[in-house]
T-cell receptor, first 112, second 114 residues
């Protein structure tokens, strides 16, 4: 079945550092890929998405590229801020499916 | 901005008791979902609901679980006889239509079973 694997956290960085959170997936067909973020005390919210191979999703300075050859969707940001501290979830939905399959989440803490 | 709301934010219950978790999805959304996250584990799909019936459910969603949309606004998850392993954060979500992939989540209801 479909599955998502994220790098284990927690991840702690200094402000303005470069961020990468790795995500790889296993799926049949052509899934859509997502990054969701959960800020403290809030629900999960969509950060970015990509629906086909080589698409790049981007939002709030974050980027992720759908790599079919490596079955990956790594999240990157060039210069993180304290306000980026949150839990980040990689997810996929199978073609034609409504439900999301999530990774385990990566807790990111940015220190000033 | 419209949002999904969930109540209660935290519930503590004794093993064997019935629990109802409530959700108010975004008003023009058509698809509704429950997910759960046991502490330290993945966010897991439980059930999806469309047109007043379950459209898909996971293996976790056994006979102890049920969902209902009792009126035009609420979407509830009932656990008939709670077990210790039901302790988790339960997330409600909704979206407008097929294949958009973007779900709108509530803040979650933390259930602790003692």
């Amino acid at each position: 079945g479909n599955s998502v694997t994220q790098m284990e956290g927690p991840v702690t960085l200094s402000e303005e550092a470069f961020l990468t959170i790795n995500c790889t997936y296993t799926a049949t067909g052509y899934p859509s890929l997502f990054w969701y973020v959960q800020y403290p005390g809030e629900g999960l919210q969509l950060l970015l998405k990509a629906t086909k191979a080589d698409d790049k999703g981007s939002n709030k300075g974050f980027e992720a590229t759908y790599r079919k050859e490596t079955t990956s969707f790594h999240l990157e940001k060039g210069s993180v801020q304290v306000s980026d501290s949150a839990v980040y979830f990689c997810a996929l939905s199978g073609w034609g499916a409504q439900k999301l399959v999530f990774g385990q989440g990566t807790r990111l803490t940015i220190n000033p | 901005e419209p949002e999904v709301t969930q109540t209660p934010s935290h519930q503590v219950t004794q093993m064997g008791q019935e629990v109802i978790l409530r959700c108010v999805p975004i008003s023009n959304h058509l698809y509704f979902y429950w997910y759960r996250q046991i502490l330290g584990q993945k966010v897991e799909f439980l059930v999806s609901f469309y047109n007043n019936e379950i459209s898909e459910k996971s293996e976790i969603f056994d006979d102890q679980f049920s969902v209902e949309r009792p009126d035009g606004s609420n979407f509830t998850l009932k656990i008939r006889s709670t077990k210790l392993e039901d302790s988790a954060m339960y997330f409600c979500a909704s979206n407008q239509g097929a294949n958009t992939g973007e779900l709108f989540f509530g803040e979650g209801s933390r259930l602790t079973v003692l």
